[in-house]
């Protein structure tokens, strides 16, 4: 069925440090991730996204790597900031539907 | 320019009453989604509409319903409220053709 799961619920780091949260999907015929960022008391906010056609895609301090083979997601943060402490959620869309399926979430502490 | 407004943000009902969400997406957005977030649950999508019309539905029951008005705009209602319908409750906008969803702040109903 259709599933996606992050593998950590919560993931503490030293400020400074570089961040990977991963995250594990099923449904084979997904096309399309997305990482969301949720603070406290706010909507998922976008982070990056990546269709499948790709294996890797940069943003600015982040970078999302996919492996289609073991259906594997994960989110590198370079050299986490305070302001990154919130919880990460995966999200898959399956080709041709307009529907978001969400992971668990990652709650992500950033120690000073 | 604006972002997706949800309105209200909080709100208190009493079991077996019904409430009416409402959602305005971004300018433009004519794509407008739900979501259902719980501490047990997650996040879980309940319907999409794009042009009035219902695209795509998630595993609620019938006491969960939506429309689209022909201004985009959107509104969610569920009836004869039960203590688990307590939950975020998120809208999200998109472009057509489009998966990056933008997603408001929510509204924080709790059922007593």
């Known amino acids: 069925g259709e599933s996606v799961g992050l593998h950590l619920p919560t993931l503490s780091v030293q400020e400074g440090d570089n961040s990977i949260i991963n995250c594990a999907y099923s449904n084979s015929a997904s096309d399309y991730f997305i990482w969301y960022k949720q603070e406290s008391g706010k909507g998922p906010q976008f982070i990056i996204d990546?269709?499948?056609?790709?294996d890797k895609r940069q943003g600015q301090r982040v970078t999302v790597l996919l492996n289609k083979t073991v259906k594997h997601l994960s989110l590198q943060i370079a050299a986490t900031q305070p302001g990154d402490s919130a919880v990460y959620f995966c999200?898959?869309?399956?080709?041709?539907?307009?529907?978001?399926?969400f992971g668990q979430g990652t709650r992500l502490t950033i120690n000073p | 320019k604006a972002g997706v407004t949800q309105t209200p943000r909080y709100l208190i009902k009493t079991r077996g009453q019904q409430v009416t969400l409402s959602c305005s997406p971004i300018?433009?957005?004519?794509?407008v989604s739900w979501y259902q977030q719980t501490p047990g649950q997650g996040l879980q999508f309940l319907f999409e509409?794009?042009?009035?019309?219902?695209?795509n539905k998630g595993n609620f029951p019938g006491r969960f319903s939506g429309r689209q008005f022909s201004n985009s705009r959107s509104e969610m209602n569920v009836s004869t409220l039960e203590l688990g319908d307590s939950a975020l409750y998120l809208c999200?906008?998109?472009?057509?053709?489009?998966?990056?969803?933008?997603f408001g702040s929510g509204t924080r109903l709790t059922v007593v």
């Open positions: 990546i269709r499948s056609n790709m």
């Open positions: 999200a906008s998109s472009l057509p053709g489009s998966y990056g969803y933008t």
């Open positions: 300018s433009g957005h004519r794509s």
């Open positions: 509409y794009f042009s009035e019309t219902q695209r």
């Open positions: 999200a898959e869309n399956e080709q041709g539907a307009q529907k978001l399926v």
